[in-house]
């Protein structure tokens, strides 16, 4: 057995929050430790030990995907949507504040502590905002998972939604199932409904820099269709063709409304965002 192999058999056995902070966990368990002795923990938002949503502001980053889903998916406060990766609740804690008693808001995540935690601290306060574990196989986040991701039917009838943001989630998916969501995701939106997604694109824009080591992932395995960082991993970070995607949204059914570059590759962003920002509509 090789030492990848034995550490990532070890890495499963560990609970999902430890084994997806690493070396983090410890210290922000102390943290935690330490705001709820001093009475500075803020109940709203998830403790340090659970938040897998990366660096940054919880509350700030959270408005800022809503923003984005505003100005260039033009998100209304009566939209019905559907938030495909949910995490731990980050956008959805600041659509809570957004949408009307009109709108509603479905979160879908493969890590089921964030799912539960979502539940009791965002759907309990929020009566039109619900959140479903999708129980698939992922090596990091759900290695137990019941079913592959390339196969999973979204729990949702045809023609539910208005409005579908995906923000991070393409960026850790493999081709076949990244092709597989598009078309899900076509399914569930109403005509004229919106989706955001947010990516890693390569094309004669990105590449240059990422061949000069200037992106924040190296994209070094390449594959026909897509990069990967790890072979170990390889859903830990995914850069796509951008030619690939494009043909698959329009192939799905989708008209391609937007797509500009954040700044993840080091090349000048067209938008303030880490990822590239995909709109299409049906």
């Known amino acids: 057995m090789s030492k990848s192999t034995l550490r990532n058999l070890l890495l499963s056995c560990l609970p999902t929050p430890v084994r997806v902070q690493g070396r983090s966990y410890l210290p922000n368990l102390l943290f935690d430790i330490r705001d709820r002795v001093t009475g500075k923990s803020d109940t709203e938002i998830p403790p340090r030990r659970l938040n897998i949503s990366g660096n940054g502001s919880f509350r700030e980053l959270g408005q800022h995907n809503v923003l984005l889903c505003q100005t260039l998916g033009r998100l209304k406060p009566s939209d019905h949507v559907l938030d495909l990766g949910c995490g731990i609740g980050r956008t959805a804690l600041a659509m809570a504040s957004f949408l009307s008693a009109e709108g509603s808001y479905e979160?879908?995540?493969?890590?089921?502590?964030?799912?539960?935690?979502?539940?009791?601290?965002?759907?309990?306060?929020?009566?039109?905002?619900?959140?479903?574990?999708?129980?698939?196989?992922?090596?990091?986040?759900?290695?137990?998972?019941?079913?592959p991701a390339s196969q999973y039917v979204f729990p949702f009838a045809s023609e539910t939604f208005s409005f579908i943001v995906a923000n991070s989630l393409f960026t850790h998916l493999l081709p076949e199932t990244a092709n597989h969501y598009?078309?899900?995701?076509?399914?569930?939106?109403?005509?004229?409904?919106?989706?955001?997604?947010?990516?890693?694109?390569?094309?004669?824009?990105?590449?240059?820099?990422?061949?000069?080591?200037?992106?924040?992932?190296?994209?070094?395995?390449?594959?026909?269709?897509?990069?990967?960082?790890?072979?170990?991993?390889?859903?830990?970070?995914?850069?796509?063709?951008?030619?690939?995607?494009?043909?698959?949204?329009?192939?799905?059914?989708?008209?391609?409304?937007?797509?500009?570059?954040?700044?993840?590759?080091?090349?000048?962003?067209?938008?303030?965002?880490?990822?590239?920002?995909?709109?299409?509509?049906?």
Not at 204 to 219: D, Y
Not at 222 to 250: G, N
């Open 107 to 147: 979160g879908l995540d493969v890590i089921q502590f964030a799912i539960k935690w979502c539940r009791s601290n965002i759907a309990a306060r929020h009566s039109n905002f619900h959140f479903t574990h999708a129980d698939v196989f992922n090596k990091t986040y759900n290695p137990g998972g019941s079913s």
């Open 182 to 282: 598009i078309n899900e995701a076509y399914r569930v939106l109403k005509p004229g409904g919106r989706c955001l997604s947010t990516w890693f694109l390569l094309d004669g824009i990105t590449e240059p820099f990422v061949s000069a080591g200037k992106s924040i992932f190296p994209f070094k395995h390449r594959f026909e269709h897509h990069a990967q960082c790890t072979l170990d991993l390889p859903e830990q970070a995914v850069a796509f063709s951008r030619q690939y995607v494009e043909e698959t949204f329009l192939k799905a059914g989708f008209t391609l409304e937007t797509v500009q570059h954040g700044g993840w590759s080091g090349a000048p962003a067209e938008l303030d965002s880490g990822q590239d920002v995909i709109v299409a509509r049906k």
